[in-house]
């Protein structure tokens, strides 16, 4: 049940008709992949959410009170409302036909744009100011996470890169389906086997489709679903299907449907669905529609307020980690650029005789260069200067790397215990986060005494005064059980995860964790014995979800044998090398 390209021109269709030059009163934050706004619209409260979730994302208008899932709100929300609040929804549009809406609101002079990228486990939001310089995300994404694009505050927004066709025209973008033409599209089917189904070519060649509005098209067009290439490459069916998918991004799509099996939502669509061959259920608006296919009950969550209040803890100083990482990549200076600047400094006095007064730069034709120099300064002077700037960046060079390995390896630390305290399930557990936080960003506590506020002993399961004055029990990894009875460790803090690696596991036993992701240390407990898929398959799965991208669809997670991890020398609890290891993609599991 995608939240496709078509249901993102609705949902732009229908706050263009009810929220435009609306006011927003209120920003607040109902999830932690979700903000919600409350708009002084048509005499009326109503309030827009978009969320960034990986299985949920969405931009959806309600009428539905929002509350804050946290006591305090957090700095993504504090720079929502310094530019937000108050001001007015000027402009919707779609980019293209991308999952991406960008929502202009203007407040006074100020002018901001507020982009929703709805693209599965990639979603983000994202603020940028009129010149597209983003001034923050709900989800900062580095170089090292993605070579294509940077989101990161001050630098350029830039668009998710155009969806490619398969070989063999994996040279040639997607087709734009508002303005391909019919013998365009009935030339790129002519590489299909006449057996290759017509809907999954569809979406191989043209942009803007899920598989089903691709499905939809092809039987409105063909009358089945399963019509295959083979007899339909004619430039009638092509033009037919090309305007049927742009009836479905047109204003006239018709009542916003969805199909059901029993209470079972199977499928919905901004567009009556007829594939299913059943008359599906209609609704008077998109409004009405997703707010039965995104508000499922929701179970009260006990310890809410302090695990948010736990998050705000470690936020800024993740902000801080990633701000200082970012100004230390920038100081390292290249081996090219070093002898660049040495070269200079050289040329300027080897030439210093022949510089006149207030020249402002030096050719050397020979070697191919051109010096800048600053008039206001003596040959000598500008030698020295280049000089200067070589020995700086030199030294940089040679003490940056340790200084930006530092950083990101606090920062990998905070994004770990982050994760723990976003899964902890109980107040034990939360707990114990708790005090590994305090331990790093507070300090420890004075010997002989006792922490107030759940008493957390740094460094320490929790072993502390409840409310009531009796003891908590001291949280304790969690023990899980594989479909063949094979023994699963899960650790729910970075010191259960020291734990269970180096203390209760085996050498033999298998090591797993999310790659390259924050997450939990598994072990599956086999004594050198081969585990079975299905074993394996399950302490991933777990893995997968005790991980920070436990709403991802697929995540691709390592193991190997436990003596095959050594802790990182110097680093913080749970943080750790490992080498001959293999990876399986799976789909998050919570525990049974």
Same mark, same amino acid.
């Given at each position: 049940?995608?939240? *496709? ?22 920003? %607040?934050?109902?999830?932690?992949? !979700? ?6 619209? /048509? ?8 969320? +960034? ?11 539905? =009170? ?24 000027? !402009? ?26 709805? #693209? ?11 010149? #597209? ?28 890169? %155009? ?21 365009? @599209?009935?030339?790129? @089917? ?34 089945? &679903? *399963?019509?295959? &290439? ?12 090309? $305007? ?59 310890? $809410? ?13 993740? !902000? ?46 020979? #070697? ?19 000089? =200067?700037?070589?020995?700086? +960046? ?23 215990? !982050? ?16 005090? /590994? ?32 004055? =009796? ?52 072990? @599956?407990? &086999? ?34 044998? &436990? ?5 990182? =020398?110097?680093?913080?609890?749970? %943080? ?17």
């Amino acid at each position: 049940m995608p939240f *496709d390209s078509v249901t993102t021109r609705a949902v732009a269709d229908d706050l263009c008709l009810h929220l435009l030059g609306g006011r927003v009163d209120k920003i %607040m934050q109902p999830e932690a992949m !979700a903000i919600a706004l409350l708009f002084w619209a /048509e005499h009326g409260n109503q309030w827009l959410v978009l969320s +960034a979730h990986a299985q949920q994302a969405r931009v959806q208008r309600t009428t539905r =009170k929002q509350a804050s899932a946290f006591s305090e709100p957090t700095s993504w929300v504090m720079l929502l409302r310094k530019y937000l609040e108050g001001s007015r929804l000027v !402009a919707v549009e779609q980019q293209g036909v991308d999952r991406v809406l960008r929502l202009t609101f203007q407040g006074g002079p100020t002018r901001s744009v507020l982009i929703a990228e709805l #693209m599965g486990r990639y979603s983000n939001l994202i603020l940028a100011d009129p010149t #597209m310089v983003v001034l923050g995300a709900l989800k900062h994404i580095r170089a090292d996470q993605n070579r294509f694009r940077v989101t990161l505050p001050h630098h350029p927004y830039l668009t998710p890169p %155009m969806p490619m066709q398969p070989p063999p025209h994996d040279d040639r973008p997607k087709r734009d389906p508002l303005r391909a033409l019919g013998g365009d @599209l009935a030339a790129d @089917l002519a590489v299909f086997e006449d057996g290759a189904l017509l809907w999954k070519a569809l979406l191989d060649l043209v942009d803007g489709l899920s598989p089903t509005l691709a499905r939809e098209v092809v039987y409105v067009t063909t009358g089945a &679903v *399963d019509t295959a &290439v083979g007899g339909r490459r004619d430039l009638a069916t092509a033009t037919a299907l090309l $305007a049927a998918v742009r009836e479905r991004y047109g204003p006239d799509r018709g009542a916003p449907s969805a199909v059901w099996e029993g209470e079972r939502l199977r499928e919905y669509a901004p567009y009556p669905l007829h594939q299913f061959g059943s008359e599906p259920t209609r609704y008077d608006d998109l409004a009405a529609l997703l707010d039965v296919v995104y508000e499922p009950a929701r179970t009260p969550d006990p310890i $809410a307020h302090p695990r948010a209040a736990l998050l705000a803890l470690i936020e800024p100083h993740q !902000a801080v980690l990633r701000r200082k990482i970012t100004s230390l990549q920038s100081t390292i200076v290249g081996p090219e650029r070093l002898a660049e600047l040495r070269a200079q400094g050289e040329m300027v006095l080897a030439y210093q005789h022949g510089i006149e007064p207030e020249q402002r730069e030096l050719a050397v034709p020979e #070697m191919g260069l051109t010096i800048p120099l600053d008039p206001a300064l003596t040959p000598l002077e500008n030698a020295q200067r280049f000089f =200067k700037r070589y020995q700086k +960046a030199r030294d940089a060079a040679a003490i940056t790397p340790g200084l930006l390995e530092t950083a990101r390896q606090d920062l990998d630390y905070l994004d770990q215990l !982050a994760v723990h305290a976003a899964l902890a399930t109980d107040p034990q557990s939360l707990a114990a986060v708790r005090g /590994e936080a305090r331990e790093v960003l507070v300090g420890p506590a004075p010997a002989g005494k006792v922490r107030k506020k759940g008493g957390a002993q740094p460094g320490r399961g929790v072993k502390g005064k409840g409310a009531g004055g =009796k003891a908590e029990p001291r949280a304790v990894p969690l023990r899980l059980r594989a479909a063949d009875g094979t023994e699963i460790l899960i650790g729910r803090s970075a010191r259960q995860n020291e734990e269970l690696t180096f203390r209760l596991a085996g050498p033999r036993d298998i090591w797993l964790h999310a790659r390259q992701i924050p997450g939990a240390h598994v072990i @599956l407990r &086999v004594a050198g014995q081969t585990p079975s898929p299905a074993a394996l398959h399950d302490a991933a799965a777990l893995a997968a979800y005790h991980s920070q991208a436990r709403e991802s669809t697929a995540v691709p997670v390592d193991y190997a044998p &436990v003596r095959n991890v050594r802790r990182i =020398k110097g680093g913080k609890p749970g %943080m750790v090398h490992y080498s001959g290891e293999s990876t399986l993609n799976v789909r998050p599991r919570p525990p049974a």
